[in-house]
């Protein structure tokens, strides 16, 4: 159990209007991939990619903080650092925590200076997660599969037991086939015997990495999420998700699990059997921007994850999210017009909303917009062409953000209302529709007053909206 005293962060940002204040992110600085999710003694521990001088990707440690209840974090030192003259030289990558018969033991990637090798390694600790010490022969595995045909590449391993074996996967590519991942399997955490792609890309697509894997079973069924990096396409996450049998995953159903800024998600099942992931919210603003403002990446409200009667994996915030809600508004049975319906401010709010759609019929949701609405973010639904949209061309006056407009199919059943969960929070917004479309957008304001929320349509039924201001989750110090 964590017995270090609560401390408080010095509030660095206390102006910038841009940064969320109940999703985590460290005090400054950079933070990618979350890392080596694990519950201990009760708490949840949340280790996270991190440059302790800076908010630029580099000089990779393994930022730690914990949480007693998923909503509050109290941050912890460093947990691993790069050793000079070591196999992980050039930075402490993603990977996964574990416990071995009450032995806390990390699985990571370390990689050289350039990082032209990454191998996987392994470190324990003693004192409840608080120090690591490395295994004193890593790397475990020092080589990639022939055949990848190269090697980098090679990284972030997911580490899970099933009877007396223990098994990971490794996210890699196949020089002239695109992503794929790699199974491989011990008797003690130590000795790793390669046995063979899990699971490839089913179609070729030359440059592309699968990082991230995650392998876990989910109901009766097995889900693979990996995450597709290309230097041509827009990076994305993606879901396998079907059967498991002797040492062969068969995939059934294949869908995207986030269609923008999510990305390099982690999960864990928790002691209330939940599947829990946390995911990298990444930056939609030029890295000349970023370094200058002192910050860089969000992490994701944890989500609960499930799958429906097609196969389909959900996801939805973790109630615990709602206990620090604040004075709510409330709206039901509304039939919508195209003037404003719904008037409400706030530039850190969880909204969500039940909707009745007509044949023909939009909502349009304005967020985070001046009064006279040159400055805005929208979100629509349109019934016709059943696409749900965020619009974040006109989001911000800052001008060094990438503005974008995602139009995403969302199709619903004859009989099925539209249900949206949105978490705005400041320059981060969570959409989520009927727990199965993602869309994880950054818009950057730069105004505090251009706070506005308006709620408009034209054929559409507004069963119930709830809009809920939220504080920050953190406690600062004076001065």
């Known amino acids: 159990m964590i017995e270090q005293p609560a401390k408080q962060r010095k509030n660095l940002f206390v102006n910038d209007v841009s940064r969320p204040i109940y999703h985590f992110l460290p005090p400054a600085n950079w933070m990618n991939d979350p890392n080596g999710l694990i519950q201990w003694n009760g708490q949840y521990h949340l280790f996270y990619q991190y440059n302790p001088t800076g908010a630029n990707h580099a000089n990779m440690h393994w930022g730690h903080a914990v949480s007693d209840d998923l909503v509050h974090w109290q941050d912890l030192p460093v947990a691993l650092a790069p050793t000079s003259g070591s196999v992980d030289e050039g930075g402490i990558f993603s990977g996964c925590t574990i416990d071995n018969n009450g032995t806390p033991t990390i699985f ?6 350039g990082y032209d090798t990454q191998v996987q390694c392994m470190a324990t600790s003693q004192d409840d997660l608080l120090t690591w010490q490395k295994y004193s022969d890593n790397p475990l595995i020092g080589t990639v599969p022939t055949v990848a045909k190269q090697t980098r590449e090679f990284r972030d391993p997911f580490v899970w037991k099933e009877g007396e074996m223990w098994y990971m996967v490794v996210g890699s590519q196949i020089a ?25 890309a089913p179609e070729t697509d030359p440059g592309a990495v699968w990082e991230c894997p995650n392998f876990f079973k989910l109901d009766d069924k097995w889900v693979l999420i990996i995450s597709h990096n290309s230097h041509d396409v827009t990076t994305r996450v993606h879901y396998f998700v079907g059967t498991y049998e ?23 099942q928790d002691d209330k059997g939940r ?4 995911g990298w919210i990444r930056e939609g603003r030029t890295e000349e921007a970023y370094v200058a403002a002192g910050w860089s990446g969000v992490q994701c409200v944890p989500r609960v ?5 097609n196969n389909h994996l959900l996801s939805e915030p973790v109630h615990e999210i709602e206990t620090i809600r604040k004075n709510g508004q409330h709206f039901s049975d509304i039939v919508l017009a195209e003037k404003t319906d719904i008037t409400a401010r706030g530039l850190n709010l969880d909204i969500s909303a ?40 006109k989001s911000s006056k800052s001008g060094s953000d990438h503005r974008k407009n995602y139009v995403i199919e969302h199709l619903l059943a004859a009989d ?9 929070d400041g320059s981060v917004i969570e959409l989520i529709a009927n727990k199965r479309t993602s869309i994880t957008g950054r818009i950057y304001p730069t105004n505090p007053d251009d706070n506005f929320l308006r709620v408009y349509g034209n054929d559409i039924i507004l069963r119930h909206m709830s809009i809920y ?10 001065g």
């Not at 917009?369 to 059943?386: F, N």
């Not at 201001?469 to 004076?478: H, K, T, V």
């Open 469 to 478: 201001e939220m504080p920050s989750i953190w406690s600062y110090e004076i």
């Open 416 to 424: 099925e209302r539209l249900e949206l969960r949105i978490l705005l």
């Open 305 to 309: 994850l499930s799958l429906d009667e």
């Open 176 to 200: 002239d086939r695109g992503g794929v991942v790699f199974l491989y399997q011990s008797p003690d955490l130590i000795n790793w015997d390669y046995l063979h792609p899990l699971y490839a």
């Open 108 to 113: 990571y990637t370390g990689v050289s200076i």
């Open 246 to 268: 002797n040492l062969q995953f068969t995939p059934e159903n294949h869908g995207i699990f986030d269609h923008a800024y999510l990305y390099a998600p982690l999960t864990i």
């Open 354 to 393: 039940e909707i009745e759609c007509g044949t023909e019929g939009q909502l349009t949701i304005l967020l985070a917009s001046s009064e006279d609405g040159s400055t805005r973010t929208v979100i629509q639904y349109d019934t016709a062409s059943q696409h749900l949209t965020l619009n974040t061309e």
């Open 275 to 278: 599947r829990l992931l946390w």
